[in-house]
């Protein structure tokens, strides 16, 4: 997360991860949440790092920048898998023997 000269959250062009609603109990018996109806949300970034699973709090203000970063990762790295699958088409094809000469 970088913070612009205005005090406002910006994220990084780019964030790999998704952006998830956990919702929870506290534990305290006597919190509404107690009876499992109205359980405590909390907005993450959920991402894994060396094979783990991580979370990262997300506060309000910062969620619609995270979603756009994780949207413009996401459309990034689908149009990367889709020039590789073209360059693997490419190179199969040209791989393939040809015809024999009569």
């Known amino acids: 997360m970088v913070i612009k000269a205005n005090g ?3 994220a990084s062009r ?46 309000p203000e910062q969620v619609p920048a995270v979603r756009a970063a994780v949207g413009r990762y ?3 790295q689908a149009g990367l898998e889709e020039k590789a699958n073209a360059a693997l088409a490419e190179l199969v094809e040209a791989s393939r023997p040809k015809g024999r000469p009569a």
């Open 74 to 76: 996401r459309a990034a």
């Open 14 to 59: 780019y964030l790999r991860g998704s952006v998830v609603v956990n919702r929870r109990r506290c534990g305290k018996p006597t919190c509404r949440c107690a009876a499992g109806t109205a359980l405590h949300e909390t907005t993450v970034l959920s991402y894994s790092q060396a094979g783990r699973t991580k979370f990262l709090t997300l506060r």
């Open 8 to 10: 406002q959250p910006r």
